[in-house]
């Protein structure tokens, strides 16, 4: 669903992101962690079609993201970590913005914007402008606005930032739920028990290189390291930055 | 529905919303502004007036002075178009977040292009519009023109602001593609050091122009000459001019012929910034993004060596704001480019005033140049302390914690942010006003009693924007535009107007007359000037304190 081959990211004559080939499967839950400023953005920002690759190509459902970019768009929903919404609209009026774009029609618009509207409890501020929303409840409609046309991926950049207890476990409930109807979902997080909790696969990024991949299981093995996600991921960091 | 048909049916929702919250909450607001405007609008419309009047005193030369005067003026906003647009499209396209979450949509980028390029042409046809009716209306009332002359103009208006959002959209793809980040800071420099050269030149130009003694036929076929520049059959702005005076004239097969003229050439130039950005507006986004962030020097260095140094009797914590907020201010290129390009200009025009031969002029009218030049400079360092100044507290907001747990009151800095705007303000003020006393040939007499009233306007200027940027703060935003675009910026600038016109309307005013009038009697002249220097300074002193007090009280009680 999602493929990297070869893709490197130079910002000037620094290396973001170098030589990284991934693919992440139909309905997989994929963790992508690493240090700050590994190059976890940069290469989330280059699957979502935001930068270019300098090297090397990315798809998404078999569109290449830089030649068949609303394709690929077309079946992937993105939520950033500081998330976006317009300051005059209410929640709603965005919800309803997002149906449209994704040429969600009439009746089946109405009800997906209520579905998500009910799942993400937005009743109480819906109607309100989002300049007068916290940072939570802002996140809380951009994942709504995500999940509205059903996507085929979802790229989340730190999913759980700013949300409430409540919200969190909500928004991994449907984590699981979205991947076993087949929802591939990529994400990138420091909170390493929401990875150790749905994660299939986990690929820690140091540097911009690709320093480990695989299940946690696979990951104990190869750090030497029993335990939490968090001892596996420090010990795979250090050493790779040694 | 198409994809731009999308984007613009919410941006109208969001318009709309907005609209009906600003008439909710801030009729003030509302008010002031429509007042301002239409005072604007009223004042460019008596001048216009007057000048068609003026010209119409020479029925022979009528003609060809009303087309000298159209063509220069759109002309120079022809120009000023361009330039506005590729700033406002760099924005709107590279430096906004929106653009980001559009682009992670299933949407074409030239959808995206497409969208922000009609918002340039709206943010800027409006202000064009503007400031052309005025000049139409008045020609039109002093002409006696048929009923479709106005309507008609206005299209015309419509047609003719997208060739510069064209151009201007563009300039600024091509700078992005071409040019790479690091480099743009430099090029703004030499836009600017660009701008200001071109200022120099045409005040040359005009000076050259200006005739010795009244106007005669030979300076004005010498004037037609000079300037024919304007009337370069390849230039839209000249198209308007012809288009708006065919109509004028009822001549409507003409009128239209130019209407028909000035719209190919702006939807040839649309659809060439289209398919531009269909190739490059990726690229180019992409780009701007993919700069890695240099290294500065860190440290205090050299800046804080010299605040120690100068400004030794302040307590240490202020001159420590000193220096953050003029590090911030240095490397923020918005704000050193706006204050770069205000005061340059003005500098540029009060250093030509011997050029311009105003210092031959009779003692009265140099007086009056001088009242008007300190006007002018006062206003101009009003924008800077409202832009920049009033805004400096809340952008403090999300951080204030760093502010909140150090060892330092609250008092403290709001009198560092007063010392920040009032110092930088008192330098810029203070030469500008000396270098046009020093052009305009006066005694130094008139110098102090300017850089006095200098001193005092600056400090109430600064007080007060410190002072009510405390007292309404926005510590949500950190966008300085929209901190000033609310209550208390929009107060901000009545109070600094109202200020100003106390100070320079009254009290600059009636030294000024008492000035020229000062070879009657020296002793009342220097008992005016004693009473005018010691009620500049109390004036300025109790605004200060009144409006630091009142920024004071709110701030130590603010909750964070």
Redesign the interface.
């Known amino acids: 669903m999602i493929s990297l081959k070869n893709v490197s990211k130079y910002f000037g004559k620094k290396c973001a992101v170098r030589d990284l080939n991934l693919e992440v499967e139909p309905g997989e839950v994929f963790a992508f962690l690493g240090p700050n400023g590994a190059g976890k953005t940069t290469t989330i920002k280059m699957i979502t079609g935001l930068l270019r690759p300098t090297e090397g190509a990315v798809s998404v459902c078999g569109y290449d993201v830089a030649k068949q970019a609303v394709l690929s768009k077309s079946t992937m929903s993105y939520v950033p970590d500081q998330p976006y919404l317009y300051d005059k609209l209410t929640g709603r009026e965005f919800l309803k913005f997002i149906a449209d774009l994704y040429r969600l029609e009439g009746d089946l618009a109405e009800f997906k914007v209520q579905q998500m509207v009910d799942t993400f409890e937005l009743d109480e501020f819906a109607d309100q402008l989002a300049e007068s929303y916290s940072h939570g409840m802002k996140q809380r409609v951009v994942m709504a606005a995500a999940m509205l046309h059903d996507p085929r991926v979802l790229v989340i950049d730190e999913p759980m930032v700013g949300l409430d207890p409540r919200s969190s476990r909500a928004v991994m409930n449907i984590f699981r739920e979205r991947s076993k109807a087949g929802t591939t979902i990529f994400m990138s997080t420091h909170t390493l028990s929401v990875a150790e909790d749905v994660a299939d696969r986990v690929g820690i990024i140091d540097k911009g290189d690709l320093v480990a991949l695989g299940t946690i299981d696979q990951l104990r093995i190869r750090s030497r390291v029993e335990g939490r996600l968090e001892d596996v991921f420090l010990a795979i960091t250090e050493g790779a930055g040694v | 529905?198409s994809?731009l048909g999308?984007l613009l049916?919410?941006r109208s929702?969001?318009?709309k919303?907005?609209v009906s919250?600003v008439r909710r909450d801030s009729r003030l607001k509302v008010a002031f502004i429509l007042t301002f405007a239409l005072a604007f609008w009223v004042a460019l419309f008596m001048g216009f007036r007057e000048a068609f009047a003026f010209i119409s005193q020479a029925p022979a030369f009528e003609n060809l002075l009303v087309g000298l005067v159209f063509s220069l003026f759109f002309l120079s906003l022809l120009v000023m178009l361009v330039f506005s647009n590729a700033v406002l499209i760099y924005g709107s396209l590279y430096r906004s977040?929106?653009v980001?979450?559009l682009?992670?949509?299933?949407?074409?980028?030239e959808s995206i292009f497409s969208y922000k390029y009609l918002e340039t042409v709206f943010y800027s046809s409006w202000a064009f519009i503007y400031m052309a009716v005025p000049i139409v209306v008045a020609f039109g009332y002093k002409r006696g023109v048929p009923w479709y002359f106005y309507p008609a103009a206005v299209v015309m208006f419509l047609v003719f602001v997208a060739i510069p959002a064209a151009i201007g959209s563009i300039i600024s793809v091509l700078v992005v593609t071409l040019v790479p980040r690091?480099k743009l800071k430099a090029l703004t420099a030499v836009s600017i050091a660009a701008l200001l050269v071109a200022v120099l030149v045409a005040i040359k130009y005009a000076a050259g122009l200006a005739p010795k003694y009244n106007l005669g036929y030979n300076d004005l076929t010498r004037l037609t000459g000079k300037v024919s520049f304007a009337q370069n059959a390849l230039l839209p702005s000249l198209w308007l001019s012809k288009g708006i005076l065919s109509l004028a004239r009822s001549e409507p097969k003409r009128a239209l012929f130019y209407l028909g003229v000035i719209l190919s050439n702006s939807l040839f130039l649309t659809v060439l910034a289209q398919a531009i950005s269909r190739g490059l507006f990726?690229?180019s986004?992409?780009r701007s993004?993919?700069?890695?962030a240099s290294r500065i020097k860190t440290g205090f260095g050299l800046l804080k060596r010299v605040i120690d140094a100068v400004f030794f009797f302040l307590p240490r914590e202020i001159r420590l704001f000193l220096v953050k907020d003029t590090k911030t201010f240095v490397r923020d290129t918005t704000q050193w480019s706006q204050v770069l390009i205000f005061f340059g200009v003005l500098t540029i025009y009060v250093s030509n005033i011997r050029s311009l031969r105003y210092d031959l002029r009779v003692e009265e009218a140099k007086s009056s140049i001088a009242l008007l030049n300190l006007a002018a400079t006062c206003l101009v360092l009003s924008t800077f302390t409202g832009r920049f100044i009033f805004p400096l507290l809340s952008l403090e907001g999300k951080k204030f914690w760093v502010l909140g747990l150090a060892p330092i009151s609250r008092k403290r800095i709001l009198y560092g942010k007063f010392f920040f705007a009032f110092f930088g303000s008192l330098v810029i003020s203070e030469g500008l006003i000396a270098l046009s006393d020093w052009m305009l040939e006066f005694p130094l007499s008139m110098w102090f009693a300017h850089a006095v009233l200098v001193l005092a306007i600056c400090a109430g200027l600064a007080a007060i924007s410190v002072g009510l940027g405390a007292k309404y703060p926005n510590l949500k935003e950190d966008n300085p535009a929209r901190i000033v675009a609310g209550f208390g910026g929009t107060l901000n600038l009545i109070v600094s107007m109202f200020y100003i016109a106390a100070m320079v309307g009254t009290i600059g005013l009636a030294h000024h007359i008492s000035f020229a009038r000062r070879t009657y009697d020296i002793a009342v002249y220097y008992r005016t000037l004693t009473a005018y220097l010691l009620l500049s300074l109390l004036i300025g002193a109790a605004t200060s304190v009144f409006f630091l007090n009142i920024g004071r009280s709110e701030f130590e009680k603010m909750d964070f």
């Open positions: 529905m994809e999308i049916a919410t929702k969001a318009i919303n907005a919250a977040s929106e980001d979450f682009l992670t949509l299933p949407l074409r980028e690091s990726w690229k986004f992409s993004r993919s700069t890695g």
